[in-house]
């Protein structure tokens, strides 16, 4: 089995990981999660970290075959179409995505014009649909549970998992989200607990457990299967949803959910503008 180079990309603001995945016999690469800087406070955008994934492909000459998104995040903007614009690439991400852009079109009042059919994304994945980064390929799991579009993509010896698992010392992705369910996030666990040992994950995530000190991102399914703190060692369904829905009932809403959802529904662009020319991001009202 071929084994991708992976280089990643850690944003400090969000705590999310993006990635780099390179055909190891060739130059072709995907990108996975990537990240489009923004201040809530100030409403302003801000394109630094799509920039250092750009310079990193431009400088080593690879050719972006993919921008894939494993699901609609809640708690950063997608830098996909900045990204397409600069070096290419199809930006991909789960079919299921019709029932996310069906629930928030409803929540953001977007009316009649906000197209519900994943049509702004130019690949809407299924389960065991596959792809090939040059050489590489990449095979699909729909992993939900977190969210109802939520994917997993194992390209070679790698899994890239978004928000389903985390580093196994932090556990579990939170899943009181509209469409979110801890017993689907139970099930499609158990799908990537099913591959191989010696397969690499790399998370979307990382917040440091207690105890500590440096930010980690790459586990295999080995050390997940013997040690995550939330489905590891044998742990239950019954125990697993339990401690999920208890935990995520006290849990706040991301930071930058409002801003997220309504641009990542859109494949990371922006709504229309208005006559003018001004964009604007709406605030609903006890919807969330």
Known sequence: MMS??????????????????????GSSCAIIDSVLDFDYSSGRTDTRSADAVIAFVKEKGYKVEWLLESHVHADHLSAAPYIQEAVGG??????????????????????????????????????????????????????????PACLTYVIGDAAFVGDTLFMPDFGTA???????????????????????????????????????????????????KAANIHVGAGKSKDEFVHMRDTR??????????????????????????DEQGDVFLKVPVNKL
């Not at 991708?4 to 390179?22: G, H, K, L």
């Not at 994943?118 to 969210?147: A, N, Y």
């Not at 801890?182 to 591959?195: G, V």
Request: aromatic content about 10%.
């Open 90 to 147: 199809k930006i991909g991400i789960g079919d299921r995505i019709k029932i996310v852009q069906d629930t928030f079109g409803k929540v953001f009042n977007e009316g009649t014009e906000f197209q519900r059919d994943g049509s702004q994304f130019d690949q809407l994945f299924q389960e065991g649909d596959s792809f090939h980064i040059g050489q590489l390929r990449g095979d699909v799991l729909h992993t939900p549970g977190h969210t």
């Open 174 to 224: 939170r899943c009181d989200f509209p469409g979110g369910s801890s017993e689907t996030l139970f099930n499609s666990i158990q799908k990537i607990l099913a591959l191989p040992d010696e397969t690499r994950i790399f998370v979307g995530h990382d917040y440091k457990a207690p105890g500590r000190d440096e930010y980690a991102w790459e586990t295999t399914v080995g050390e997940q």
């Open 248 to 273: 995520d009932a006290t849990l706040a809403m991301p930071k930058l959910i409002i801003p997220s959802l309504q641009v990542n529904m859109r494949a990371g662009q922006m709504p229309p503008a």
């Open 4 to 25: 991708p180079e992976v280089t990643a990309f850690f944003d400090d603001a969000t705590n999310t990981i993006s990635y780099v995945v390179r055909d190891p016999e």
